[in-house]
């Protein structure tokens, strides 16, 4: 079995922008495998948040932490956090090694989707959010590229009515 190495600790950055979106980078991709760990609780077996995860979300917070009171409160529209309406989330994650398909197709050897409840929990745990129930639509995208791992996300605040609208369109293929 391939033991995943890392050469230095995680970190991440937050870039928040004049449009209202907060672009979180960090330089690590966690597969759902990676995130927990088995451990023995009397006589099952249970899960446990796993170091990487642990430094995921650490490091997510301390680039929070980077963040001026004032500039953070600023962006928020007077708020500590993301503690009221609705949000979008887009995930872009670079997964290190290729998947080659039968039919000659080659994609990431990474589910597009397997870094959204991390980067959900990291959000709040950093305090840029009060519920990840709030992050109502989003897109997850997987990219392959030689050695590197990576996750980009863009939170921004979209309306009821913009929700309403993507709601309306994903039923609107059901007739």
């Known amino acids: ?15 928040l922008r004049d449009d209202g979106a907060l672009v979180l980078d960090i330089d690590d991709v966690l597969t759902k495998n990676d995130r927990y760990r088995l451990v023995k609780m009397g006589r099952r077996m249970g899960q446990a948040e796993s170091v990487l995860a642990k430094a995921y979300k650490a490091a997510v917070a301390e680039a929070v932490g980077r963040v001026s009171a004032s500039e953070w409160v600023a962006f928020m529209g007077g708020m500590a956090c993301a503690c009221k309406g609705l949000y979008r989330l887009d995930i872009v994650s670079w997964w290190p090694t290729q998947r080659h ?15 959204v409840a991390m980067v959900k929990d990291a959000l709040q745990h ?7 129930m709030r992050i109502v639509v989003g897109s997850e995208v997987s990219v ?4 590197v791992r990576r996750t980009v996300a863009v939170l921004r605040p979209i309306t009821a009515e913009a929700h309403a609208a993507s709601v309306a369109a994903v039923l609107g293929v059901l007739g």
């Open 144 to 147: 392959y590229e030689k050695g």
């Open 126 to 132: 950093a305090g840029i959010i009060d519920d990840d």
């Open 101 to 115: 398909h039968a039919d000659g197709t080659h994609t990431a050897n990474g589910d597009a989707d397997a870094p």
């Open 1 to 15: 079995m391939h033991k995943r190495t890392r050469p230095g600790a995680t970190t991440a950055t937050v870039t």
